[in-house]
């Protein structure tokens, strides 16, 4: 018996280039980059893998084992992003040793939240994951529901001041 809080993450399918379209399409317009970004999560390329993606703040990834199997499929958004999420996941040694490879389809980091939520329980009825790993539980959304979320934009980008000191007439304000 281990001492770990979690048992081992059931397998689900081989990622492919299906399931890797149905996690790419998920996020649907708060997407950003190209088709999901495959990582290395083996102990020698652990530590520079997790540092490349803390600059990755918002997404899904899809974590496999040596056979390419899903054995998770995430979101992140938070501050350190998708590498912080995966540190969570790694200091559980049963993860720390089934997961040796993650796919990562980036999404805008001004997307709400909640669209990012609602993007991974597409992402996880599109994969058709219900049911078939273990306990893991996605969240549940209708059309209506997502197209509301994917419109419901946060404020507006905030643009850092020109450093030239403001030759553009407005006192370094972008315009």
């Known amino acids: ?9 059931v397998a689900g399918p081989v990622v492919d280039t299906r399931v890797l379209r149905h996690a790419w399409t998920a996020l649907g317009p ?7 970004t495959p990582y290395s999560l ?8 997790l540092a490349v993606l803390d600059e990755v703040l918002a997404g899904l990834y899809l974590a496999v084992d040596a056979d390419g199997r899903l054995r998770w499929l995430g979101k992140a958004h938070r501050d350190g992003g998708i590498g ?24 805008d980091p001004f997307s709400p939240p909640q669209a990012i939520e609602a993007a991974e329980g597409r992402a996880a009825d599109a994969i058709g994951l219900r049911s078939r790993m273990g306990m893991r539980r996605w969240p549940t959304v209708t059309q209506a529901q997502w197209i ?3 419109t419901s934009r946060p404020g507006r980008r905030v643009v850092p001041p020109r450093r030239d000191g403001g030759s ?3 006192g370094g304000v972008p315009g």
């Open 148 to 150: 509301a979320l994917v």
């Open 84 to 107: 912080a999420r995966l540190r969570d996941h790694l200091r559980h040694s049963e993860r720390a040793r089934v997961f040796t490879g993650v796919f990562v389809v980036e999404a």
């Open 42 to 49: 083996e102990p020698r390329h652990r530590e520079e893998t």
């Open 30 to 36: 708060l997407r950003c980059g190209d088709w999901p």
């Open 168 to 170: 553009n007439g407005r």
């Open 1 to 9: 018996m281990s001492v770990d809080c979690c048992a081992e993450p």
